[in-house]
């Protein structure tokens, strides 16, 4: 059974550092691509970026490139997100989602998604 | 503001019909590609509900169907149950931004 597990809910002050982390099973972790989503309090999904565990290769979206950098550890099948410097506007709950393998249409969905992690940034 | 525009809020009292739009630009559902679908129920990450277009994973009932037409897709579920409530996202990928693009959701409440 495909399974992404992410880390527990945090709560950090601004300024402070922060990585989380979704773990895949279940399946060849190298060879799909993990998303990161995006969702403040109270409103929609935003995709951050992606990324290819086997080579590293990483796209970002214009939107959130510099805000989070985006890794992964092939070894012990884990994506990361991190912060080196949190706002209180990274307030929200982050998913990770694995992309499906085959892209319909030029467009690629995600056919399995973490549980959230909860990032609360306040002073 | 969102690259692909749905509906802020849809409602249906059971056993209806309702339909949630998602249109978007020549960068994206405008140039061919493909728009997905997923379910978000209260307090829970979100579930793919359809992909391709019109594609129901294994699981997902054929309550749930979808359509592209042009720059414009929909999500039509019929018969409407109580547990259909939640919030609604379609997704796309968009040439100019060469990245995955997420409407801003639909919240369906089932009267």
């Known amino acids: 059974e495909v399974q992404l597990a992410q880390s527990g809910a945090e709560v950090k002050k601004p300024g402070e550092s922060l990585k989380i982390s979704c773990k895949g099973s279940?399946?060849?972790?190298?060879?799909?691509?993990i998303g990161w989503v995006r969702q403040m309090p109270g409103k929609g999904l935003e995709w951050m970026g992606t990324?290819?565990?086997?080579?590293?290769?990483?796209r970002y979206s214009p939107s959130f490139q510099g805000q989070g950098t985006i890794s992964a550890d092939k070894s012990i099948s884990t994506a990361y997100l991190q912060w080196n410097s949190l706002k209180s506007s990274d307030t929200a709950v982050y998913y990770c989602?694995?992309?499906?393998?085959?892209?319909?249409?030029?467009?690629?969905?995600?056919?399995?998604w973490g549980q959230g992690t909860l990032v609360t940034v306040s002073s | 503001q969102s690259v692909l525009t749905q509906p802020p809020s849809v409602s249906g009292a059971p056993g209806q019909r309702v339909t949630i739009s998602c249109t978007g630009s020549?960068?994206?559902?405008?140039?061919?590609?493909?728009v997905h679908w997923y379910q978000q129920l209260p307090g829970r990450g979100p579930k793919l509900l359809i992909y391709?277009?019109?594609n129901r994973p294994s699981g997902v009932p054929d309550r749930f169907s979808g359509s592209k037409s042009g720059t414009s897709a929909s999500l039509a579920i019929t018969g409407l149950q109580t547990e259909d409530e939640a919030d609604y996202y379609c997704?796309?990928?968009?040439?100019?931004?060469?990245?995955?693009?997420f409407g801003g959701g639909t919240k369906l409440t089932v009267l």
């Open positions: 990324i290819y565990p086997g080579d590293s290769e990483t």
């Open positions: 989602a694995r992309r499906s393998a085959y892209c319909f249409g030029g467009a690629c969905h995600y056919d399995y």
């Open positions: 279940g399946y060849i972790f190298t060879g799909y691509w």
């Open positions: 020549s960068s994206n559902t405008g140039a061919g590609y493909d």
């Open positions: 391709g277009n019109t």
């Open positions: 997704q796309s990928y968009d040439s100019g931004l060469s990245g995955s693009v």
